[in-house]
């Protein structure tokens, strides 16, 4: 078994994510899109909204898991039975910051590997902080998200 861990915030998830998940299917027997917990950090949505939004996207998909993580990203793989983590790159800002966190999980995740993919153009500048940002200013953000996750706003269950 071929598995992947897509680790993320997912504060919510886009049409980014859900893009860059597709697009790996095929390369993976089943890949985990794994919300990380961080006590530390502070989330628009709940912890339970953004687990809804990533079940209701992938509902359609069943290689592709849902689950929540607290531990260290390389110890959560192991517990998984995941060879490889999954990461979308959209710039050389991600670039930059993925490089060396890739190097790392590697050295201390024994072999541990991380696939990029490139973010499709369309949605190349996609991201939860700029849905984060209209949704304060009271925008539509129903392009942003996988359409099932978009009608959940619309019937205003969100
Ligand atoms: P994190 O808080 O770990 O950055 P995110 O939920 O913001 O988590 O993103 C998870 C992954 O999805 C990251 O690898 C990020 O680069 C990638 N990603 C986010 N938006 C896009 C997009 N529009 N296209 C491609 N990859 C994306």
């Known amino acids: 078994m071929r598995i992947a861990v897509f680790p993320g915030s997912f504060d919510p998830i886009t049409k980014g994510h859900e893009d860059i998940v597709r697009r ?11 919300m990380g917990i961080n006590s530390n950090k502070s989330y628009y ?12 996207a992938f509902s359609d998909e069943p290689k592709v898991e849902i689950d929540t993580f607290k531990k260290l990203t390389v110890d959560y793989c192991k517990e998984k039975n995941a060879t490889f983590i999954l990461r979308g790159l959209r710039n050389s800002n991600d670039f930059n910051y993925e490089v060396a966190i890739a190097m790392l999980n590697r050295d201390i995740g024994d072999g541990l590997e991380t696939t990029f993919l490139l973010t499709s153009p369309e ?4 991201s939860s902080s700029v849905v984060r940002e209209l949704l304060r ?15 959940l706003f619309k019937e205003n269950k969100k």
């Open 123 to 126: 949605y190349s500048y996609y």
């Open 24 to 34: 790996a299917l095929p390369l993976f027997d089943k890949i985990i899109v794994a």
């Open 137 to 151: 200013g009271g925008g539509d953000v129903s392009i942003f998200l996988p359409t099932p996750v978009a009608t």
């Open 45 to 56: 949505f709940s912890e339970s909204d953004r687990v809804e939004f990533l079940r209701a």
